[in-house]
């Protein structure tokens, strides 16, 4: 796998989540047990690591407008790492969700919130690295990339 | 032998006749006990007294007695029956006689004498003698009220003299009280416990003012009778100013429902409660059956006569059940608290519903049952409160045969959704 495709694949999995996160969010409030304000509360707490996350992925997205690099061919490890990590932290608020969603004994909105603010401490280290790697204008080596070296458009190759 | 058979038929005539002679003339001497109300006698630091009459041929005599515990001498009573439903009653007071004519009204089964401009009224029932409650406690403006005793003690009554009267009865003054300290952030009462005797110590460092303090249902005729005749107090009666209260709720139902041949039976109590609250909860009024859990019941016996029990659960029910609301789940503390009130009948018995700690939780399409206590974060009015009182009052006495009271002062009516049916006499 190459580093075009890595980032290619964890901004997807990252705006898409993002989306979904917010709009499930929304919905708990809307149709199931959430109250206005706790809805609201919990969009707001399972936010801020995947918004941090997903601005940058969309400013990775936007940047490359024509044509992102394929770049150099990744390791497993870093594949494996770089994809696990956002997809983990998506599919943890959705179980917290679910669990809300079908009111879970034991586990009410109280208790979303403190899972969420631990997922979200969690995963925040891990996400703003992967984030600097994939998506930041700094750095360097093998996964670290500036926006010159991430997207190059067709006429600057 | 013809002869033996036609004295013998003589006799059962004979006797017949004289018995029903004898019974006429009781019935039309008799006394007649009736419960009195009008404050603008001024008869007793009470706003009602007892009324014992004797209507024949035209002319009425009779008592104006104190209410049972109280020992204001009873005044004479006398007065003329020029026609039917009209009485012209006399009371010789010690302020002066004062003069009264009444009109006769008769609601279903309750005979009453009215003098309107003057607020002054007494009556009966025609088929069921007067409670021991009403023959005890006055009726406020906001009906029978319950649970809520006010006291007065006279003055230089000293805690040494309390705690003398309190040591008369231990089991009494031991009862647990609640009473109204302040109100919190929502501008809900403070309601704190305490023992009986404890309340009327701190009533007495109120010097001369009422003070209230909260007992459970059923025994405040008891508890009225032995405070008045303690001496101490210038009057114990029900709350006067009690209007508004959401818990002001009871439902009245025969009494074989409750009682076994030797009264009233607790096992009996618990099985009907226990029977009844599992089809509230099941079904609303549209027929419609929803899920519903219902927590470990508590049944206690209160000390103090008539040792009445108290029968609360927690419960989880679905909204339209409870407040004819859609879309949530409803979760609270219930009451049953069986009692003799001041409009049962002795073929009667009362049960006050009292409903604490409502919650409500959003539904869920992901859960078809009653979620966790965790999911109930949304607190409820006291408006909210007493419309789940009335609905649970209204189904027991609309499933057994019977009514129910609510009073409805202070609420706004087109909120209230549920209504009760009143008794029969009202």
């Excluded at chain 2, 649970?147 to 309190?166: D, H």
Aim: glycine fraction near 10%; charge should be positive; include cysteine.
């Amino acid at each position: 796998m190459y580093q075009g495709q890595i980032r290619t694949i964890v901004a997807v999995i990252i705006l898409g989540g993002h989306f979904l996160v917010f709009l499930c969010g929304l919905l708990l409030g809307v149709f199931g047990p959430l109250l206005g304000t706790d809805a609201v509360q919990t969009v707001l707490m399972a936010s801020p690591v995947l918004g941090v996350t997903a601005t940058a992925a969309l400013m990775f997205a936007l940047r490359g407008e024509v044509d992102i690099a394929r770049g150099q061919k990744v390791t497993g490890l870093f594949a494996f790492v770089t994809i696990f990590f956002p997809s983990a932290l998506i599919l943890c608020i959705f179980i917290v969700f679910y669990a809300v969603y079908v009111q879970l004994t034991g586990f009410g909105p109280e208790q979303m919130k403190i899972a969420l603010g631990a997922i979200e401490t969690f995963f925040g280290v891990f996400l703003g690295a992967i984030s600097d790697t994939l998506f930041g204008r700094q750095g360097g080596g093998k996964g670290g990339s500036s926006s010159g070296s991430a997207v190059r458009t067709k006429a600057s190759r | 032998m013809c002869q033996l058979r036609f004295r013998h038929a003589a006799r059962i005539v004979a006797c017949v006749i004289g018995l029903a002679i004898l019974i006429d003339g009781r019935t039309a001497s008799a006394e007649t006990l009736y419960k009195f109300s009008g404050s603008a006698l001024k008869f007793s630091p009470y706003p009602d007294a007892l009324l014992t009459l004797t209507i024949s041929d035209g002319a009425a005599t009779g008592q104006l007695r104190p209410l049972l515990g109280d020992n204001t001498p009873t005044v004479a009573v006398n007065g003329t029956n020029p026609k039917d439903g009209i009485l012209e009653l006399t009371f010789s007071l010690p302020s002066g006689a004062k003069k009264y004519t009444f009109t006769k009204r008769i609601k279903g089964q309750q005979i009453g004498w009215y003098m309107e401009t003057e607020g002054v009224s007494f009556y009966r029932y025609t088929d069921s003698p007067l409670s021991d409650a009403a023959l005890t406690l006055s009726e406020h403006e906001c009906g029978a009220a319950y649970k809520s005793l006010e006291a007065e003690f006279k003055r230089g009554v000293t805690i040494a003299g309390l705690e003398s009267f309190l040591a008369t009865d231990r089991d009494v003054s031991a009862l647990p009280v609640a009473y109204d300290a302040g109100s919190d952030a929502r501008d809900r009462p403070v309601r704190k416990t305490t023992d009986l005797g404890s309340r009327l110590k701190q009533g007495l460092k109120g010097k001369s003012e009422p003070f209230l303090f909260h007992a459970p249902a059923g025994v405040e005729p008891y508890l009225a009778k032995w405070l008045r005749k303690s001496g101490l107090f210038v009057k114990v009666d029900l709350d006067s100013g009690g209007c508004g209260g959401a818990d002001r709720s009871y439902f009245v139902v025969n009494r074989g429902l409750l009682f076994d041949g030797n009264g009233f039976s607790q096992p009996k109590f618990e099985q009907y409660v226990a029977t009844r609250l599992q089809e509230f909860a099941s079904k609303d009024d549209r027929g419609t059956t929803w899920p519903f859990r219902l927590g470990q019941p508590r049944v206690t016996r209160i000390n103090v006569p008539p040792y009445p029990s108290s029968y609360r659960i927690r419960m989880y029910t679905a909204s339209e059940v409870t407040r004819r609301v859609p879309g949530w789940w409803d979760a609270f503390s219930v009451s049953l608290e069986p009692g003799e009130l001041i409009d049962t009948k002795n073929t009667d018995y009362a049960v006050v519903v009292t409903v604490e700690r409502l919650k409500a939780s959003k539904k869920s399409p992901g859960n078809s049952n009653p979620p966790d206590d965790a999911y109930f974060t949304k607190e409820l009015s006291e408006p909210d409160e007493a419309e789940v009182t009335v609905a649970i009052s209204r189904y027991f006495s609309r499933r057994d045969g019977g009514w129910c009271v609510f009073d409805q002062e202070g609420y706004e009516r087109e909120k209230h959704r549920s209504v009760c049916d009143g008794p029969p006499s009202r």
